[in-house]
């Protein structure tokens, strides 16, 4: 054991070294940029051009979020890659955060170009970053494999600190100041990380500074290193990685391109070879991984194989729980009861403000144990951890202000209705609300409407305002400045009837933080019973894992059945979506760090930032399937209801959890001993 190692293990916070907590607070700003923004990205094309969105159809920007992700997790396999070979675990974290950063800043901007620009580059920043933190701590722990679980478990916190606070604070910013605000917050705090991560790099020793290409050892059944055989690449290999990386960043660009700018790079002679293209592509490389795994030695290729059997779980199992940022959100938004009055207001108001405090006043408890053990030496970066959780509680404190001082007022506006008769013969009513650009038909009739909206403006009886339709469906509503209202010609003209006591709309995005919440509060139980003699086999981990998300969608499937086919809205209770939210995060916790802490287990330290870019790559297939997916919620609704929509997600993951229980002792002799 090394002298280098065992100071590293010697500053202890809450039971692990100093250094572990580095990297969960640089993981954390990473993760608050990522959800921030992915908090933001699907509700901001969606929403109507009077607000700052872009009016685009679900289906188009689902389809572009289906493809950011999967492109986010495709990267990883080349900044793992290069990681391993050239530049080593921490130049490739440190490279990876600052692309991120002018990725999250193009963002801010608002404009196509800078959109696409930003998805772009953090896209890159991401391939460098995310498969070298995972792969950072393994070599950190190389010679304690026995707290490798623990190690996961809070940096897997760490993830869903980051994510809690990113789409809670980057999400309320974008619903309420503006969607810049939102986007330019997830770069401010992912440059904080990069600094905070930079100027500590002395708490590592010599661990992560040099690529990982040179150890050629692997652990034997009796848990002896042995020399093992390497695979290099050939040439036929090199040829099949060149073909499957263009074909398949062709489909996965090609999907949003053939609907938002209706260029289709696939279709020939009038027929879409989309699916036979992503077909090919698996065939290849499936082949490609085949082939490789066979030419290593029997214990080597027996972990790869299972390695490969968990990514296979994970692909189902992220292909459904990815749901939430797409058509969770989207149900979230038009499908569910969003506004409380009364004593359900009042308890609401207080809940936030304790799932809002409780948690950061964990994680800033945490951030004085680290002080206390690294202040001296890192003062730096210290001082700017320090000033990033200043920033934290100063929004904390102008959000809980905000929402106790907004208030809502019953308002109404002029709507028309006219008569028109379908395709079957029958006549039909529809009403729309008069714009500023409405030109009245001749047969129209004029009714008076009503309807909700939220304002921080002290306005009384009679006040004349306008307002916008956030999406077209004369149900969600949004106050305009006079400044807005000049620059665009839909808003409405409305006049304040009252002031609505005590009544408040809850954010869209505000159930996405429910994940996260849950996992701080869950975490600890479950790495508990991960070290108690209950622990599962690892089979048996993703099975439960897969049989909790199947209930979490189950959920959704009885709450969602009342609503019609067809439907575009609806007020379903808030109960059902926090019921989904919590079997998906148990379910999560099942399968997330347990598969990270399993990949670092089997796979040989030369090509571990390697194989953690594999891992990745079946996040990405996951994703990728979530977004197509998910795009496919209105035809569905059409056709049948929104509760089948849910019930697919609900049968999908059961089947693939009782695949998952049968093949467990396959599993167990694959993994030679690996516990």
């Not at 619903?175 to 917050?185: A, D, K, N, R, V």
């Not at 290849?284 to 490969?308: C, E, H, N, Q």
């Not at 809940?351 to 030496?377: E, G, H, N, S, Y």
């Not at 008569?419 to 008069?434: C, H, L, R």
Request: charged share 15%; with cysteine; proline share 3%.
């Amino acid at each position: 054991m090394s002298k280098s190692r065992n100071e590293f293990f010697d500053t202890q916070v809450l039971g692990h070294p100093s250094g572990l907590f580095v990297l969960f607070f640089t993981e954390m700003w990473e993760r608050f940029s990522f959800y921030g923004m992915r908090a933001l990205l699907v509700l901001f094309l969606v929403s109507a051009l009077g607000i700052g969105g872009w009016d685009w159809p679900r289906e188009n920007a689902l389809a572009l979020y289906g493809t950011y992700l999967a492109l986010l997790y495709l990267t990883p396999i080349i900044g793992g890659t290069l990681a391993d070979k050239y530049l080593g675990n921490r130049k490739a974290i440190i490279i990876g955060a600052l692309i991120m950063t002018f990725g999250h800043a193009s963002m801010a901007i608002e404009t196509p170009f800078f959109l696409y620009l930003g998805l772009g580059l953090l896209v890159i920043g991401t391939g460098f970053f995310k498969p070298n933190m995972s792969s950072f701590i393994s070599i950190l722990y190389k010679d304690f494999p026995e707290k490798k679980d623990g190690a996961y478990t809070i940096f897997y916190m760490g993830v869903n600190a980051g994510a809690f606070l990113g789409i809670m604070l980057c999400g309320y910013l974008g619903e309420i100041l503006g969607w810049s605000w939102g986007f330019g917050l997830a770069g401010i705090f992912m440059l904080l990380g990069l600094l905070q991560f930079t100027l500590a790099q002395g708490i590592f020793g010599e661990a992560g500074s040099k690529p990982n290409k040179d150890n050629k050892k692997i652990e034997a059944d009796d848990h002896t290193e042995i020399e093992d055989k390497l695979n290099p690449f050939t040439l036929i290999d090199k040829i099949i990685i060149v073909i499957v990386a263009a074909l398949g960043l062709t489909w996965v660009i090609n999907d949003p391109l053939s609907k938002i700018g209706e260029v289709n790079f696939l279709e020939f002679g009038g027929t879409d070879y989309s699916g036979q293209t992503i077909l090919v592509t698996l065939v290849l490389f499936v082949f490609l991984l085949g082939s490789r795994i066979v030419r290593y030695s029997k214990i080597t290729r027996d972990k790869m194989i299972a390695v490969v059997i968990f990514a296979f779980f994970i692909i189902f199992f992220w292909a459904s729980f990815e749901q939430a940022g797409g058509s969770m959100s989207i149900f979230a938004k038009d499908y569910t009861s969003r506004i409380l009055s009364g004593n359900s207001a009042l308890i609401f108001n207080i809940v936030d403000v304790i799932i809002t405090v409780v948690p950061i006043a964990i994680i800033t408890w945490v951030l004085f144990l680290l002080f206390r053990q690294t202040f001296k030496k890192y003062l730096i970066s210290n001082l700017i951890l320090g000033f990033s959780f200043v920033l934290i509680w100063g929004i904390v404190v102008w959000k809980i202000y905000n929402n106790f001082n907004t208030y809502s007022y019953e308002i109404s506006y002029q709507t028309y209705q006219i008569s028109e008769t379908n395709n079957q013969g029958k006549e039909t009513t529809k009403t729309y609300a008069i714009t500023a650009n409405t030109k009245l038909p001749e047969n129209a009739v004029l009714v008076d409407n009503t309807t909700v909206i939220r304002s921080a403006n002290d306005f009384v009886k009679n006040d004349k305002i306008a307002i916008i339709d956030i999406d077209k469906k004369g149900v969600n509503y949004k106050y305009l400045t006079d400044e807005q209202a000049e620059l665009i010609d839909t808003n409405i003209s409305a006049t304040i009837i009252k002031k609505k006591e005590n009544e408040i709309q809850i954010p869209a995005t505000w159930f996405l933080i429910l994940n996260s919440l849950f996992i701080i509060a869950f975490a600890p139980l479950f790495s508990k019973w991960w070290e108690s003699k209950y622990n599962p086999k690892p089979a048996n981990k993703y099975a439960i894992g897969l049989f909790f998300l199947g209930i979490g969608f189950a959920f959704l499937a009885y709450g969602a059945s009342g609503i019609p086919q067809g439907a575009k809205t609806a007020s379903v209770s808030i109960v059902w979506l926090i019921l989904a939210y919590l079997f998906h995060t148990l379910g999560e916790l099942c399968v997330s760090p347990v598969g990270l802490s399993y990949v670092s287990k089997l796979v040989p330290a030369r090509m571990i930032a390697f194989m953690f870019g594999v891992w990745y790559l079946a996040l990405a297939i996951g994703n990728k399937t979530s977004g197509k997916m998910g795009s496919m919620i209105d035809d569905i609704t059409a056709k049948y209801d929104i509760s089948t929509f849910f019930l697919i997600f609900t049968f999908v993951p059961i089947i693939i959890g009782i695949i998952a229980l049968l093949l467990n002792p396959v599993l167990k002799k694959l993994m030679h001993g690996v516990k």
